[in-house]
Structures are given as C-alpha cells and as structure tokens.
C-alpha cells in the first residue's frame, strides 16, 4: 500500500518529540508545564450563560459562513482594534468565522495558492522559525515551503525583502506570524508596509497570523489590516487570522476568523463547504459575546504582565535573556536548546520545548544552519506562582 510522498519528510511533530527526548529521565521535582502555549487563565464569567442560552440550536447545522451575530461583532472589533475602513472588514463580503485558525491557515494556501507561479512550483515563505501548520499546508498545496530565517540579525521577523527576485517572483504566498510565536517580536508599520508593497511588486499574497495580536506589554501591536486599510492597498492581498484561543483564554471552544477581500473569501467559503466543520450555533454566540468585550482582555492582560516582569527580574541578567515585546512565550539563548530541556527536566522537574523543534535547517543560500537550535521556548502561561518557581528553577540550571 502506498502512501503520499509529499508528507514523508517531515519531521516529528514537536510535543511527541519532546516526549521522547526526556522518555527514561526522571524529572528532578514536581513537573512545572512550561512547553505547550494553552492559556491556564479563566475563561469569562459570560461564556457559559450564552451558551447555555442557545443550547437548543445544537439540533441546527451551524452555518458554514458564521452567523451574523459574529460576523458583526468581529467587523466591530476591527473597526475598534485597528481602525479598519469598512471595506476591509465588511460582514458579509469580508469575513469568516474559523473552527479555529488552524483550520484557516491550513485551507487557505489549499484554496489560495495556484498550483504554478509564473511557469514554475510556486513558492510559500515561511518564518523560520514557525507555527507547524504552515509548512504541512505548503506541502498539501503542491507549493515549495521556503524557511526564511527570522534571527536576531533580522529583529527575529523574516527579511523577505533581501530575497532573490527569482524566488520572490515565483511567490504566491507568504506566511508571517505578528507578534511572532516563539519570539515575541512584533511588526511595526514599516514592516507592514514594505511587505504589503513587496506583495504587489512580485504578485503575492500575505496570510498574517496575528492570534497573540492582544497580549503585549507596552502598546498594542500594529495589525497588517491597520496599514493595509490607510494605505489603500488591495484587501485581495492580504488574509488576516485572529483567535479567541490567546485573547480570551478560550483555546478549547475553537474559535476564529480570517478577513480578506471578498475573491479570496469566497473561495475559502467555496473550499469550506465542501470540506469545513464550521463552530457549533451556541459556541458562536459565545464568541461573539467575546469579541464585544474588552474587559476580560485587559484583565487577562494584566495577568501576563506579571509574568513579563518576574521574568525580567529573575532572568534579566542571565545571557542569552530576551524580553519579550508580546506573546506569552520566552525564547532563550541556551547554545544548545535539547541539552537544556534535558537538563531543566533532569534537575528541576521543569519542561521546556527545544527551539529546534520549531525550525528547519536551511541552505547557505539563505544563511546556514538551523535558527532554533541553540534556543529554548518557555511559555508563560501557568499561575504567576508556579511560572516564578519555573523561572527560577531555570536560573539555577541555566546561568
């Protein structure tokens, strides 16, 4: 019996390979969960009534383009959030509820990417290192996953400008994750702008993955829609996906959206109803309960600075310590990130995903060498309690 060829590369996937790194080493102490990005915060007070309410529609077939409730609440929050200019975030034209947005970052390079770009295997660029899912929908769509190195040297977001011509030309999608998962950097209007005109000048979409988008620090991010919306450039160019899974703690309700131009909405529609699981009635009132409300968010906020400044106070001076801009993830110089997850959890019960884990090796031609591999990624999302014991367990392996 045979099987895809397309899929027979790729690598074990991270959290199972964590596993079997440590398989055999008894942890030196209580576990302390510091791999896996699942917010531990609670979930709004309001999630459950609404449900409740609309518990009766689970006898319905939800709808495969969102109820209109959510639809025009998501229009609402990006109006606020970013200032959006109605074209791009109509309700009806421009947006679509996601199971997830892994779902929507699978699909669309399956609906949105040709199977050939200027006579040649099209090209999808993905920062490296990345979210998985990229990479296996690159793959699914017949297209050439490109892993463009996002380095200190680069302010950890991918130089996609400093590209061939050759490569960019035969383009067709390009992946970007803003605040970047697992280094925290966000894209600034100048980033936003250069890659939108870099989309226009070789033909290209952008899929700008901004799930941790509401987690930061200072000041809230910059979105792509924000500069796409002033600058006028083609809403057909770009695909936006936002969740609740980061913002409102609500990984498990599977919940959020892409918006686009509506070419590009309708044939991830067109791809959904043939292939879809849209979000069941009840949780999608829930949702849209949650992209009403700001409190909750500020809240959560407020929870994840803690955990920023202890991290600042207890690791500040470790080399190789990098404060994060936004996110709820640490990404840590270690030299070597397999040998330090081993030691963390060897001498303090501690877990910790290898950087390594979450990239590729790449050619000369793109610099050499493998951009996760001397890096480790915490992730700040358990009580501030245990999250200060994490932290200085890893201080006392680590400096």
Not at 81 to 99: F, K, M, T, V
Not at 221 to 249: C, I, Q, W
Not at 268 to 275: D, I, N, T
């Amino acid at each position: 019996m045979q099987y895809p060829a397309r899929f027979a590369d790729l690598p074990e996937y991270a959290f199972p390979r964590l596993r079997r790194l440590l398989e055999g080493i008894a942890p030196g102490g209580p576990e302390i969960a510091m791999s896996i990005g699942e917010p531990q915060h609670a979930v709004p007070d309001f999630v459950m009534p609404v449900m409740a309410e609309h518990a009766a529609t689970l006898s319905k077939y939800p709808p495969n383009e969102g109820i209109a409730p959510l639809r025009e609440a998501i229009s609402d929050w990006l109006g606020r959030r970013y200032g959006a200019a109605p074209d791009y975030r109509d309700p009806e034209r421009s947006i679509l509820p996601l199971n997830g947005t892994r779902e929507g970052l699978f699909n669309a390079c399956l609906a949105l990417c040709p199977e050939e770009k200027n006579g040649a295997r099209p090209a999808v660029l993905l920062p490296n290192p990345f979210y998985q899912c990229y990479a296996v929908a690159a793959l699914a769509a017949g297209a050439e996953p490109v892993y463009v190195p996002a380095t200190a040297e680069t302010g950890h977001l991918p130089d996609f400008a400093g590209l061939s011509r050759d490569l960019l030309d035969r383009t067709a999608v390009v992946y970007i994750c803003a605040p970047a998962n697992p280094q925290g950097a966000t894209a600034d209007e100048a980033y936003w702008r250069r890659l939108l005109e870099l989309a226009e000048a070789h033909d290209f979409r952008v899929f700008a993955d901004e799930c941790y988008s509401e987690i930061w620090r200072e000041r809230p991010p910059t979105g792509a829609l924000e500069v796409a919306s002033y600058m006028g450039a083609d809403p057909e160019r770009l695909v936006v996906f936002h969740s609740l899974s980061k913002r409102s703690n609500l990984a498990g309700l599977r919940s959020g959206f892409c918006a686009t131009g509506p070419g590009a909405r309708a044939a991830l529609l067109q791809l959904r109803s043939y292939a879809g699981a849209p979000l069941p009635i009840p949780a999608q009132h829930a949702a849209a309960a949650c992209w009403r409300d700001e409190g909750h968010v500020e809240a959560n906020r407020a929870l994840y600075r803690e955990k920023f400044d202890l991290a600042d106070e207890i690791l500040g001076n470790l080399p190789g310590y990098m404060s994060p801009e936004a996110g709820f993830f640490l990404w840590l110089r270690v030299g070597d990130g397999e040998a330090a997850a081993k030691r963390l959890w060897r001498e303090a019960g501690v877990k910790a995903l290898p950087g390594a884990y979450l990239s590729r090796e790449v050619p000369a031609a793109l610099g050499g060498g493998d951009p996760g591999r001397a890096y480790l990624r915490l992730a700040l999302v358990a009580p501030a309690a245990e999250v200060r014991r994490g932290l200085e367990a890893v201080r006392e392996c680590l400096a």
